[in-house]
């Protein structure tokens, strides 16, 4: 069964304190994996989309790494804004034809001043 | 741009009545989605419309309906709530069904 599995389900961090979420994931084929932040009452936003092993993506403190079988969503010197669920997505060959993604259950980061 | 746009973004409803979720983007794209949010079970895809005059199943169809207004604008339809149907829903659009999905901010259904 496909499937993608978030960890740590939450992390608490001191602001600066430099940390990693992890993606993993099983499916027949990769198209594409996606990394979404979602803020308390809003919808995802887009952060990164890889499409191949050893592929690296960053935007401001936040940089995105992909292997065969994870990805990690690499914080660095975190600030208190950086708060919030960072959701992955997994689109798997066999449904480039119904464009539905498989989300992972998020992992909840909280950056203490 | 004002992206994905979703109306209204709070109902509640009694159980047996009918509502339907609408929802905007404005950014040209072909293929539009309708997501349900619930503790612990994650994003799960309710419909899909890769074009327009197209919509199909996703993972959780049972009880909605969908309708592919025109290019810009997909609808979902509830057509007798059940208290199981409490959820947050998102709709998303992607310029083809492959391509990155860009969500709106959600409308949040309580069926008491």
């Known amino acids: 069964e496909d499937q993608v599995t978030q960890s740590p389900e939450a992390l608490r961090l001191q602001e600066g304190e430099s940390s990693s979420l992890n993606c993993s994931y099983t499916?027949?084929?990769?198209?594409?994996l996606f990394w979404y932040r979602q803020d308390p009452g809003k919808g995802p936003e887009f952060l990164f989309t890889l499409y191949s092993a050893g592929e690296e993506k960053e935007k401001e403190r936040l940089k995105a790494t992909l292997t065969k079988k994870e990805s990690f969503l690499h914080i660095t010197a975190p600030k208190p804004e950086d708060s919030a669920t960072y959701l992955c997505?997994?689109?798997?060959?066999?449904?480039?034809?119904?464009?539905?993604?498989?989300f992972g259950q998020g992992t909840t980061l909280q950056v203490k001043p | 741009n004002a992206g994905v746009t979703q109306t209204p973004k709070f109902q509640v409803l009694k159980t047996g009545q009918s509502m339907t979720l609408q929802c905007a983007q404005d950014?040209?794209?072909?293929?539009m989605y309708w997501y349900r949010q619930d503790p612990g079970m994650g994003l799960r895809l309710i419909y899909y419309s890769a074009s327009e005059g197209t919509t199909d199943k996703g993972e959780v169809p049972n009880g909605y309906n969908v309708s592919r207004l025109n290019k810009r604008e997909f609808s979902l339809r509830l057509e007798s709530a059940a208290p199981s149907q409490t959820s947050v829903y998102f709709c998303?659009?992607?310029?083809?069904?492959?391509?990155?999905?860009?969500f709106g901010p959600g409308t949040r259904l309580t069926v008491l």
């Open positions: 997505a997994v689109h798997e060959r066999g449904s480039s034809n119904t464009g539905k993604l498989i």
């Open positions: 998303a659009s992607s310029e083809d069904l492959p391509s990155t999905q860009y």
């Open positions: 950014m040209n794209h072909n293929s």
């Open positions: 499916v027949s084929g990769l198209r594409g």
